[in-house]
């Protein structure tokens, strides 16, 4: 092994200790910039009496955004986030249609064509006891 | 009379090959100049510019729309904007086709690399200052690119937007960004990237003894022909600003439906085009991220230019990287023509 003269150890402990406070320093701004101030977004959407969304009615709830549908076989939802960056679909006549990088998807949701992969997320619909309607996004 | 850094950067005589339009287009110089401008209409937007979710896009409505000369200000800040990203991109152009990033300039080159990064990002912040309804889902695919790197990806996705959906933390920190953290990096390196322009020896030339044209001209000459370059530039600009107004839309409310196509901002209509391809991540992060690297190795990779060549356009020696950057070039214009077209 090759003799380290004082110089280089210095040097080399020099360097290493900048490194080491400038790796800490940087991982101690990343965690103070990644700090929350703000509430976690609501995953829980209040939708008023089940009797306002009549059987074989699909309601377009823009705020969230989802698709309500009711059906005989009950509630269920359809998140309109595209699941490839995250736009909003616009409903169409027979599917969905991201604006951004021109995803399709069908009526339920599965992908028609790319760049999507994953079909639209379906959404948890709860109906309590006096006849509520609870969207669950989460 | 003691120097300063303006007899620095104009000594008393130059090479008349050195300021030659037809050489250098005066790109370098005027993009100084618009980043002047840049600063004094930024500054002055602070005076109105509200930056919280609920405020931002009125009080911009406020300087458009109330405020004596207020759109005459909005819109220069814009135009110099745009005009700063085309300016300095002819600017790169020509120093890879005249091959003047050889040694001792190639650190002037990677320095001149960054800053046009942090323009473009500048551009990126300051478009999303506007926080109106033309923004927000370039806002959303932009910063949702972010979460697709992998390891860093959520991390550094909260430590850029503040929470897990853009809000007013996002606001803050982008209007943090680009007035304060991009700003002064920026700052710094214009006046490093001149003064190391001078340090070298100027514009790039072959060496005193290789060169054919003895000609100069004097530190006056040199000043009339920079007053002439920013009279015109000022000139278009204030053209530009007068007949065409900087984009603005209704502020967002959280009910707005999304109606037609979505376009993201013009220097980014390329990689909106590529992303319609397929994996967000390698398209809308690597692509790109590979182009940087390409243009960063362009002084290392390839065959170098005889020094005897330097001083004109399209040197022999240097083919290679010219033929590179003119593939990227055209294959950024020809992507950015594709994005305009309507998806059916």
New interface residues.
């Given amino acids: 092994m090759p003799e380290l003269s004082r110089r280089d150890f210095l040097k080399l402990t020099t360097n290493t200790l900048l490194t080491a406070s400038g790796l800490l320093g940087f991982g101690a701004l ?1 965690r103070f ?6 509430p ?2 609501q995953t829980e959407f209040d939708l008023g009496p089940a009797s306002n969304y009549p059987i074989d009615s699909r309601t377009l709830l ?2 969230i955004p989802a698709l309500l549908l009711h059906t005989d076989e009950g509630f269920s939802a359809l998140s309109l986030v595209c699941t ?5 679909v ?1 409903p169409k006549e027979s599917g969905f ?1 991201c ?4 995803s399709k998807y069908d009526a339920e949701g599965s992908v028609l064509n ?2 999507a ?1 994953k079909k639209l997320n379906a959404l948890r619909v709860e109906v309590t006891t006096d006849g509520n309607l609870i969207l669950h996004t989460d | 009379m003691r120097p300063s850094f303006f007899h620095h950067l104009h000594p008393p005589t130059i090479p008349a090959a050195q300021s030659r339009w037809r050489y250098t287009l005066g790109a370098g110089g005027t993009a100084i100049f618009l980043a002047l401008i840049l600063t004094i209409t930024g500054a002055l937007e602070m005076f109105y510019y509200i930056p919280t979710p609920d405020q931002a896009a009125i009080s911009i409505q406020t300087i458009t729309y109330f405020v004596p000369f207020g759109a005459l200000l909005r819109n220069l800040h814009f135009w110099a904007a745009q005009l700063f990203i085309i300016v300095s991109a002819v600017h790169l152009v020509r120093v890879v086709f005249t091959g003047a990033y050889i040694p001792p300039r190639r650190f002037n080159y990677l320095l001149g690399l960054a800053l046009f990064v942090i323009s473009i990002l500048l551009n990126f912040t300051g478009y999303i200052l506007r926080w109106d309804q033309g923004i927000q ?1 370039a806002l ?2 932009g910063t ?2 972010i979460k697709t790197i992998p390891f860093i990806g959520d ?1 550094l996705y ?3 937007i ?4 853009p ?3 996002t606001l803050i ?1 982008f209007y943090a960004w680009h007035i304060f953290g991009l700003m002064l990096p920026a700052a710094f390196l214009v006046g490093w990237h001149a003064f190391r322009v001078r340090r070298e020896g100027g514009i790039a030339l072959p060496p005193p003894t290789l060169r054919t044209d003895s000609e100069r001209i004097t530190r006056n000459e040199l000043v009339r022909r920079e007053i002439l370059a920013m009279l015109f530039t000022g000139s278009a600009l204030l053209v530009l600003s007068i007949f065409t107004p900087a984009p603005i839309a209704p502020p967002i409310i ?5 109606s ?3 376009r993201a901002p013009w220097f980014f209509l390329w990689v ?1 085009q590529m ?6 991540f390698f398209w ?1 992060v690597l692509i790109p991220v590979i182009i940087l690297i390409i243009l960063i190795l362009i002084p290392y990779i390839f065959p170098r230019p005889a020094e005897s060549e330097l001083g004109r356009w399209f040197p022999k020696s240097s083919g290679l990287a010219q033929v590179t950057l003119a593939i990227i070039a055209v294959a950024i214009i020809v992507l950015t023509l594709l994005a305009l077209i309507p ?1 059916k």
């Fill in positions: 990343f910039l990644g700090y929350q101030t703000e976690l977004p823009s705020k490839h960056l995250g736009c909003t616009e249609t604006p951004c990088h021109g790319g760049p992969q | 889902w959303v695919v949702n690119l991390s909260q430590a850029l503040g929470g897990t959906q809000g007013s933390a920190r959280e009910m707005s439906p999304l037609g196509e979505v909106q992303l319609k391809w397929g994996d967000p809308g998806i």
